[in-house]
DNA sequence: CTGGAAAGCGCC
DNA sequence: AAAGGGCGCTTTCCAG
């Protein structure tokens, strides 16, 4: 039982139970309308960070331990945990939830032991807690300027595309509304019924099906116009700013650790992990993410780590090869699979290629394949056959992934995280199609989130040994953003430069490309 | 008034 | 018969 000193007008106890195996670990704020129970690591590492005090010693993470275990339950939460395991309905009595975290830490680190988890739960789960929790503390600032300058002329572009939408429909609707949208559409203006939509439904809006109509008719033109600006400015331009911290005048995330299926982060409130980037709008919108005067941004990302990752375990030849000479994979592809000379690689037969070459990694069939190209389905099949006729080891890895998904009913990444695939066996061949292409992806997506975790932690041990005032902020999936004092900048970005690209001996190597800037979009590469 | 489903779309 | 893996957020719409 620890005790820490209460907070100016407010009374706090924070209480370790020191359970042989586990630490519940608890704050109750005296605040009767905050009663609030911490079970997990990172929320108590966050806490005491806040009370200028450090976390040592917790060891057992139920949250973690139950992710580890199955990873595909949508709450890992100490309620939906203790519910699932011993039935039980917590009632909300904070001596009852210390007690259940206590009982359900033992157990399942028992299981996590059963299950030869306990590796990857000790050298890279567990010790990725500090950093998240130094990572959201950190957050990311925000040109408010920015922002608010684009939300008043976002609001004027969208009234001037929606007036003009009602104007040419002939109508007054709500655009935001597929449903009145579609009926605008297909009913009113007679525009052609997209081939395939749900049985009974509402007919899809989508942006493919507007895109067909927008080649002869300047409304759905405009509706993807004025989507595209009003999504950017609610998702983003005016939901930013309403998150800024009144302490910090910064952008904290939270980073959940236990919510996706294959080992990857994600975030919320906001999500940082979607923050646009393809479009020129949307990249103004990454212009607002700027670094403390005196500082820089530095962001390292590892380039087509999943490819990488089908070539180390497929050990296709080709693949390995093209990866180790350090060659454009889509250009050979390109070559392969259209059976042009490399010489003769134009943009289109590249942009073909990529598109076959990731449809891969996610299991797309020629019905997909030719949707997405525009060509005949006849055509996107020889392309996807003549693929697994010159990439032979990649034939073989996803045959033999399946064969063992098969059998195990799970597969694993690189190091040995588990995620369970139960409808592998299903009759039902749209279901068992959907666990076939989870079974090859996961082990792809889920070894590339294993080895950016891994390299976050050793590049967070290294600022902290190094005494260095750079700060890691980001991470979105295989990029990692740090906030950097300029006088830094070098040693900072070889550092991480290094941790990343040595993080794992693989077959192929990994190449990680690095950019500095005043603001994310400014992060010119090789300064 | 609230909660949840569905549609849609931003990112890797 | 469906048709590309993994997320989170906003909006609409409808049921309770």
Redesign the pocket.
């Known amino acids: 039982m620890m005790a820490i000193s209460p907070q100016p007008g407010e009374a706090l106890a924070v209480k370790f139970d020191f359970n042989p195996v586990a630490q519940a670990l608890y704050a109750v704020l005296k605040d009767p309308a905050i009663p609030k129970a911490i079970h997990d690591a990172k929320a108590a590492m966050r806490l005491l960070m806040s009370l200028g005090t450090e976390l040592t010693g917790v060891s057992d993470d139920p949250q973690l331990y139950s992710y580890l275990l199955n990873p595909t339950y949508s709450s890992h939460r100490l309620a939906d945990v203790a519910l699932r395991r011993f039935n039980h309905k917590l009632s909300g009595d904070i001596a009852e939830a210390a007690d259940v975290t206590g009982r359900l830490a033992a157990d399942l680190r028992h299981e996590v032991e059963q299950a030869g988890l306990m590796k990857v739960y000790q050298e890279l789960d567990l010790p990725l807690v500090p950093v998240l929790a130094r990572m959201e503390e950190a957050g990311v600032k925000i040109d408010g300027k920015v922002l608010a300058a684009m939300s008043s002329r976002l609001e004027r572009e969208c009234d001037v595309k929606s007036k003009e939408i009602h104007q040419l429909a002939g109508f007054e609707f709500?655009i935001?509304?597929?449903?009145?949208?579609?009926d605008v559409l297909f009913n009113k203006l007679n525009l052609p019924k997209p081939v395939?939509y749900?049985?009974g439904?509402?007919i899809?809006?989508?942006?493919d099906v507007?895109e067909e109509l927008a080649l002869t008719h300047e409304v759905p033109k405009l509706v993807?116009e004025y989507?595209?600006v009003?999504?950017?400015k609610?998702?983003y331009v005016?939901?930013l700013p309403a998150l800024l911290d009144s302490g910090t005048g910064r952008l904290h995330t939270t980073f959940?650790q236990a919510?996706?299926?294959?080992g990857?982060l994600?975030?919320?409130?906001?999500?940082l992990?979607?923050?646009?980037?393809?479009?020129e709008l949307?990249r103004e919108i990454r212009a607002a993410f700027i670094a403390e005067e005196g500082n820089v941004l530095l962001a390292a990302?590892y380039s087509q780590i999943e490819l990488r990752l089908l070539a180390h375990f497929s050990e296709d030849e080709l693949l390995v090869e093209a990866f180790r000479r350090g060659d454009d994979i889509h250009a050979l592809t390109a070559a392969q699979v259209f059976g042009v000379p490399p010489m003769m690689i134009d943009a289109e037969h590249r942009r073909r290629a990529k598109?076959v070459n990731?449809?891969i990694?996610?299991?797309?069939?020629?019905?997909?394949?030719a949707?997405?190209l525009g060509i005949e389905q006849r055509e996107a099949k020889k392309f996807i056959e003549a693929y697994f006729e010159k990439y032979k080891g990649v034939r073989k890895f996803i045959d033999s992934t399946l064969e063992q998904a098969r059998r195990d009913q799970s597969v694993k990444t690189l190091f040995g995280r588990v995620r369970p695939i139960p409808d592998i066996l299903s009759k039902n061949?749209?279901m068992r199609?959907?666990a076939e292409?989870?079974a090859v992806?996961?082990p792809l997506?889920g070894t590339a989130a294993d080895l950016i975790k891994l390299a976050m932690i050793r590049i967070d041990a290294e600022l902290q040994k190094q005494k260095l005032r750079s700060k890691m902020t980001l991470q979105?999936?295989?990029?990692l953003v740090f906030e950097v004092p300029e006088t830094e900048i070098e040693p900072v970005r070889e550092m991480v430069l290094e941790k990343m690209q040595n993080v794992h001996p693989l077959s192929v190597p990994l190449l990680v490309e690095a950019g500095v800037g005043k603001n994310w979009r400014d992060m010119s590469f090789d300064e």
């Open positions: 709500n935001n509304s597929p449903k009145q949208l579609g395939k749900g049985k439904k509402t899809s809006t989508a942006v507007l993807l989507r595209q009003s999504k950017l609610s998702t005016d939901a959940n919510g996706t299926a294959t990857r994600s975030s919320t409130n906001p999500n992990q979607n923050i646009p980037i393809r479009t949307g990302d598109a990731f449809g990694v996610y299991g797309l069939s020629p019905f997909g394949l949707q997405q061949p749209n199609g959907f292409r989870t992806n996961t997506q979105v999936h295989d990029e």
